[in-house]
């Protein structure tokens, strides 16, 4: 089993950054992937970033391009989602996620085995 445990959200005004951690335990060796996803109310949960865990491949929703960053740290099995340039559309719950079967769709949430309990983003106007 994997736990993923988000943290780093919170409220902060438009224009503003924010930076997700997303530590993960457990059986963690055979991670081929790692994503975060966001779901707004009366949303569906959407695909934001992702990044394969050997290779270190990069993957964003379009929105996000340019503002958001992923990243990892392979020592301490933790993903980053460093947030720029925020606005009130990016506020949303976000989940942390972890996928371990080589070649899914990082973008497709059902690729993803494991899913963090999520982490609310407030971006006020």
């Known amino acids: 089993q994997v736990q993923l445990v988000e943290s780093g959200g919170g409220l902060v005004q438009a224009g503003g950054s924010l930076r997700l951690s997303c530590a993960a335990s457990g059986r963690t060796f055979s991670t081929y992937v790692m994503g975060w996803f966001r779901q707004a109310p009366g949303k569906e949960r959407e695909f934001v970033a992702a990044i394969t865990w050997r290779f270190g491949s990069v993957e964003y929703l379009d929105s996000v391009k340019g503002r958001f960053t992923i990243s990892r740290d392979n020592a301490k099995n933790t993903v980053y989602l460093q947030m720029n340039s925020l606005n009130s559309e990016d506020t949303a719950v976000y989940y942390c996620?972890?996928?371990?079967?080589?070649?899914?769709?990082?973008?497709?949430?059902?690729?993803?085995?494991?899913w963090g309990q999520g982490t609310q983003v407030t971006v006020s106007s």
């Open positions: 996620a972890l996928g371990r079967r080589w070649g899914v769709a990082a973008s497709s949430a059902p690729g993803y085995d494991y």
